[in-house]
Nanobody
Framework: QLQLVESGGGLVQAGGSLRLSCAASGFNVDSYAIGWFRQAPGKEREGVLCISRYSTPINYAHSVKGRFTISRDNAENTVYLQMNSLTPEDTAVYYC????????????????????WGQGTQVTVSS
């Protein structure tokens, strides 16, 4: 059964770093595209980054460019989101989601392009 579980969220000071994990079961992350999404209070869900074996990672959110990095550990069947230089604007619930094969070239606010979702993990950045 396909399942994704996020972890690693928490409270961090502005300028700090945090690493989120997305553990997959029921499928191999190496065969799927795994994307990170986030939703801040009162805002639409937005895509952040996506990784697959078929291309370099895709950056969906301009605001995280140069600060966030997505990576994959096939042995652990886990995808990570390394977040550096965090700002209060990064505060959101972060979700990982899966899609067969390739990352979607673009994503809607609903994230309908990705069919498998985790429950999310809260990230709060204090000033």
């Amino acid at each position: 059964q396909l399942q994704l579980v996020e972890s690693g969220g928490g409270l961090v000071q502005a300028g700090g770093s945090l690493r989120l994990s997305c553990a997959a079961s029921g499928f191999n992350v190496d065969s799927y595209a795994i994307g990170w999404f986030r939703q801040a209070p009162g805002k639409e869900r937005e895509g952040v980054l996506c990784i697959s074996r078929y291309s370099t990672p895709i950056n969906y959110a301009h605001s995280v460019k140069g600060r966030f990095t997505i990576s994959r550990d096939n042995a652990e069947n886990t995808v990570y989101l390394q977040m550096n230089s965090l700002t209060p604007e990064d505060t959101a619930v972060y979700y990982c989601a899966g899609r067969r094969n390739y990352c979607s070239g673009s994503v809607s606010a609903s994230g309908v392009e990705y069919g498998y979702w985790g429950q999310g993990t809260q990230v709060t950045v204090s000033s």
